[in-house]
């Protein structure tokens, strides 16, 4: 009886050790060879998972673009609500670079509010998963814990078409959240066309 308890006890251990480190921030996945000229266009916000401070709160769109010198920008517009009672429409500009040249999928990106209320700074800006022409999920790491899981993150479910996505790759959306330790934490965007 002791050799069993101690045997559940063990198993259980593990369990707890191999879900601690899958959410390790290193240790996720982002969109194998990205291109960013696929990648560019509009894209329409679905779900988010806000890190913490002022985010874009819905309507959020992005559209990205590739110069001549392969540099990717995007521009981004969405509602947000300052002193907790004034709406409005708010726009935001970004340049993306990437440190790594063997994992273009793992961005930095530096952004600015182009307005005052709006914050600027920069956060990692990783493509987790694209297939391009219908949906993305990005996702960033404002802060890391001791143990590497992430004490202030955000991600974004993007989709090429503001009304939603298929079934089929809701399944694949729902798999990567899973991934990337935030199942259960994304909210939907509202999209009405108000910006």
């Given amino acids: ?27 996720f996945t982002v969109k194998t060879d990205f291109d960013q000229a696929r990648y560019a266009g509009k894209w329409y916000a679905l779900q988010k998972k806000d890190p913490e401070g002022l985010f874009l709160q819905d309507n959020i769109s992005a559209e990205y673009t590739v110069g001549d010198d392969g540099a990717m920008v995007a521009s981004s517009r969405g509602r947000v609500t300052l002193f907790g009672f004034w709406v409005v429409c708010a726009d935001m500009a970004a340049q993306y670079s990437v440190p790594d040249p063997t994992s273009p999928g793992k961005m930095f990106m530096n952004y600015q509010g182009l307005a005052s209320y709006l914050s600027s700074g920069g956060d990692n800006y990783w493509v987790i998963d694209t297939d391009y022409d219908n949906y993305a999920i990005t996702y960033a790491c404002r802060t890391l814990k001791d143990d590497g899981s992430c ?12 009304r939603g996505l298929p079934p ?16 259960g934490e994304f909210q939907p965007v509202l999209q009405t066309g108000a910006c």
């Fill in 168 to 183: 089929a790759i809701q399944r694949v959306v729902r798999q990567k959240q899973e991934e990337i330790c935030m199942v």
């Fill in 151 to 162: 004490d202030d993150g955000y991600s974004l479910v993007f989709s090429r078409n503001p």
């Fill in 1 to 27: 009886m002791d050799f069993q308890i101690f045997s559940l006890v063990m198993l259980l251990l593990a369990c707890v050790e191999q879900s601690l480190a899958s959410c390790m921030v290193d240790s």
